[in-house]
């Protein structure tokens, strides 16, 4: 969202590296399966008067009065409008920080907290305004998504059923990894919109989902929770469509007229381990059922989401793991490892959204919980089990 640094004696704002004197954020957050990125626009708007109109010079007293109720305030000022606090993080400050959120909240302004050298600096802000959304563009876009999964099926598939199954295969896919985040947003309080699905051509039909996620996560546990519930659902549903799609594919007598495909490093390594031991009956050639290149998707799709750069959602989380300064290098050998594998779009997409600093939560000062680093670490599992090494060939 901004830096916040020393100069000559003062805090200096920094918002998307450049200087203003404007503290108050718009931001719109876009979350986007194909491309995996939540893009963030943000800028400066309204003058230090307007900030100061909004946040309400009066109401300094006031907001003073809920900050010291919940932070050990060593000094409270206001800069450029907005009332700021150096204060001593405790503990409790992760439960602080919520609670004055909730405080906040009625007078529609938000907080930020934020290390700044030696001191942690909390500063209250106006509360952007949020767009309201419109169900019925979810709800046409999902019917026109499928009507195009459909068709794509139809192509590959030699009969109504089998395509649907494979629409049926891609859209639980897709819908479940945009679900996990959205119903994670919702217990953190994050305002999101229900999934927009993207109608596609063949052989998919789709270009993914997107949520729109609308304000900014409160900790770097939810900023945490967000990101990792996606793919992880989307993963689980990945798998067992493949199995699904693995146990009815047909089994057919060698013939040598039918070109067999080996399994290569188009593959993913947990999608050769299925088709190792499914189906049961192995004698002959086996012919990949359309459910099974759907789970085949759904892996790759996992997998490029979980990239750790910028804001894929890979990005999120190695924000809220690692911090802001290590993020950016991981940032970069994630785009290194997308471009050496023959990822290229992915890797022109992850630089340009690498590009701008991530926001990182509200509070960034808080530390994420123990369990949630070491979830991370079955993120990293899932990421090589997807991965596939030849994207230049697909
Ligand atoms: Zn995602």
Redesign the pocket.
Same mark, same amino acid.
């Given at each position: 969202m901004y830096q916040i640094k020393h100069y000559n004696g003062v805090i200096k704002l920094l918002l998307l590296k450049t200087e203003t004197k404007n503290p108050k954020i718009h931001n719109s957050l876009i %979350?986007l399966?194909t491309f995996?990125t939540w893009s963030v626009i943000m800028c400066a708007e309204s003058s230090d008067d307007n900030v100061a109109e909004k946040v309400g010079l009066n109401r300094f007293e006031e907001i003073q009065v809920m900050v010291d109720s919940e932070f050990n305030v060593e000094e409270g000022f206001v800069y450029h409008g907005a009332p700021t606090f150096y204060i001593k993080h405790q503990a409790d400050s992760k439960q602080a920080f919520l609670r004055l959120m909730n405080q906040l909240e009625p007078l529609e302004l938000v907080p930020t907290m934020q290390q700044s050298e030696q001191k942690v600096v909390l500063q209250i802000l106006p509360k952007p305004p949020t767009k309201p959304s419109n169900p019925l563009i979810n709800i046409a876009l999902f019917f026109a998504t499928l009507a195009t999964v459909f068709y794509s099926g139809y192509m590959i598939s030699e009969t109504l059923t089998d395509a649907l199954l494979f629409t049926v295969a891609i859209i639980a896919i897709l819908g479940t %990894?945009?679900m /996990?985040?959205k119903l994670l947003a919702d217990k953190h309080e994050v305002d999101a919109t229900y999934p927009y699905f993207i109608p596609g051509t063949p052989p998919i039909g789709t270009f993914g989902a997107l949520i729109q996620q609308k304000e900014i996560p409160p900790n770097k546990d939810a900023l945490f929770d967000i990101?990792f519930t996606?793919?992880v659902t /989307?993963f689980v549903i990945a798998v067992i469509v493949t199995i699904i799609g693995a146990q009815i594919s047909q089994v057919v007598p060698y013939d040598p007229t039918i070109p067999v495909e080996s399994i290569n490093d188009v593959y993913p390594l947990i999608y050769r381990w299925i088709f190792q031991v499914i189906p049961l009956n192995r004698e002959g050639i086996i012919l990949a059922h359309p459910v099974a290149y759907a789970g085949w998707v759904g892996m790759i799709v996992t997998m490029l989401?979980l990239v750790p750069s910028g804001m894929f959602?890979g990005g999120h989380v190695a924000r809220s793991v690692i911090g802001a300064k290590a993020h950016k290098i991981v940032s970069y050998i994630g785009i290194a490892l997308l471009a050496l594998t023959g990822w290229w779009p992915m890797a022109i997409l992850a630089l340009f959204f690498s590009a701008a600093k991530h926001p990182g939560p509200l509070d960034d000062v808080s530390e994420l919980t123990t369990s949630r680093k070491i979830g991370a670490m079955l993120l990293v599992v899932i990421f090589v089990v997807s991965f596939v090494p030849t994207g230049i060939s697909i």
């Open positions: %979350h399966i995996n %990894h945009e /996990g985040h990101g996606g793919p /989307g989401n959602d």
